[in-house]
């Protein structure tokens, strides 16, 4: 028998946990925070009970066969080690919705993910941009290619999403097939392949879908006829970037979110084409590099990650805040919020700080309010330019009707009940924690 069981991310934007069950095997995906309002930064982690902590909080699944002994006792659950499920995980992004949790899991425990994704996994690992540890047993998949665990075959496909690495999976079983999106958007450099991936998962049994851009406003989704204004794209940002660099006399600093890559790869062409230069903190530099070596890599000495015995060794170009001074005109300065305090030695040549979904994201971040407050105290003037990761309505819709599956399940979303698509033969809104059996392509509810 195959069941699919829905626990986390149902009604919120992130920490998505859905198992799927047969009589062999145990597929579970993601593995990110839920609920994350009860997580505390000033609260000190506890290293050794971490999972038990945030799983006894709700952040994190409590689950058989996923954790280890101390753990698994703590809880009251089946460690990994004692179950005889051959258990593993699948993994969509890395976004720390949808991965945070992995340093948590048993670490003998099988975690999928695309090759890319593996690869900016390491290097979030090396530069310390992990949530307390990480985890060994990741094994990276080729784009296209498949892998069978007992009775279930897995099928990775990568998807388009502001992370290097995004992938849905075409997922196999007994009872019928599964399509897991994970996060998506057309919107971004290459909406050709998540228009292939809505193409390869046509008429999937279940389709299991991301909905966060229908959580705010009311949307009637199937009445949508037009993309929605204003049309902002990857594209669209590096040409407002390439404006401003034209214009500004002085220093422009731009806060990206550092997993965003290709964004940054571009913005090195784009700061070449208006005859500035690209500067990076050290942990930015070093993703940029991972995937994209043939880049020139300038480094702020005065920045998290940096470090001038691996800048030289690696090859880079070491930037002094006295160059800045020296020749605004010349650069961009890429700059997490954490070096936000920075700006006060540069303040007096920067003539725009442009916000591009780097932290803190919202004015549902506490900081959001405190890094206005501060540019404001500095008259350093502020732009925002972010675009977000996730389809917008219009194109959610559509990807649901291409792929046109028998059974349609939105979560990852304040607002499900409004992803729907009239190419679904039903739709199914999961409460937290029901079951349901899988069989012959149909989800009906496992009874207590």
């Keep these: 028998m195959t069941t699919l069981t829905f626990y986390n991310g149902l009604r919120e934007i992130g920490g998505t946990f859905v198992v799927v069950e047969t009589d062999e095997a145990r597929c579970m995906f993601d593995f990110g925070f839920a609920v994350m309002d009860r997580m505390d930064d000033k609260i000190a982690v506890r290293y050794n009970e971490c999972a038990a902590d945030y799983a006894r909080l709700g952040v994190l699944a409590s689950q058989d066969g996923i954790y280890d002994e101390e753990t698994a006792k703590t809880l009251g659950l089946v460690s990994f080690e004692n179950d005889k ?33 593996l690869k900016l996994y390491r290097r979030l690992e090396a530069c310390g941009d992990i949530q307390v540890k990480g985890h060994k047993n990741c094994i990276g998949i080729p784009y296209g290619e498949s892998f069978t665990v007992g009775d279930i075959t897995v099928e990775v496909e990568a998807i388009d999403h502001d992370v290097i690495g995004a992938c849905g999976y075409r997922i196999t079983t007994p009872g019928g097939t599964i399509c897991y999106t994970g996060d998506y958007r057309f ?22 879908t991301e909905g966060v851009t229908v959580s705010f406003d009311d949307v009637d989704i199937l009445s949508l006829t037009k993309p929605e204004e204003p049309e902002r794209s990857e594209e669209w940002l590096q040409d407002t970037i390439c404006k401003e660099s034209t214009e500004q006399k002085g220093l422009i600093i731009v806060n990206p979110y550092n997993r965003n890559v290709e964004r940054l790869h571009h913005l090195i062409m784009t700061a070449q084409k208006t005859g500035r230069k690209l500067v990076m903190d050290g942990v930015q530099a070093d993703y940029v590099q991972t995937f994209y070596p043939e880049d020139e890599i300038l480094m702020y000495e005065n920045s998290v990650g940096a470090d001038a015995k ?10 002094t805040r006295e160059e800045l001074l020296s020749n605004p005109s010349k650069y961009i300065l890429q700059q997490d919020y954490v070096n936000f ?22 004015d549902y971040d506490p900081s959001f309010g405190k890094m206005h407050r501060i540019l404001d105290h500095m008259n350093i003037p502020y732009m925002n330019i972010g675009i977000g990761g996730h389809s917008r309505p219009y194109y959610l819709r559509t990807m649901l009707d291409t792929i046109a599956p028998h059974i349609l399940v939105p979560l990852h979303s304040f607002r499900p009940e409004q992803v729907n ?15 349901f059996v899988f069989e012959n392509g149909e989800m009906i509810l496992k009874k207590n």
């Design 85 to 117: 499920k051959k258990n593993f995980f699948v993994i969509s992004h890395m976004h720390i919705d949808h991965m945070g949790g992995l340093g948590m899991l048993d670490q003998n425990l099988p975690v999928y993910m695309s090759e890319d994704s």
């Design 187 to 208: 919107h971004g450099f290459h909406p050709e392949i998540t228009k292939a991936f809505g193409q390869k998962m046509k008429g999937v049994d279940v389709l299991i």
């Design 310 to 319: 691996k800048a030289e060794e690696r090859g880079w170009s070491i930037i």
């Design 341 to 362: 305090y920075e700006l006060m030695d540069l303040s007096s040549v920067i003539t725009l700080y442009i916000h591009m979904d780097g932290a803190p994201l919202g």
């Design 421 to 435: 698509t009239a190419h679904a033969d039903k739709r199914i809104l999961p409460e937290y924690g029901e079951c």
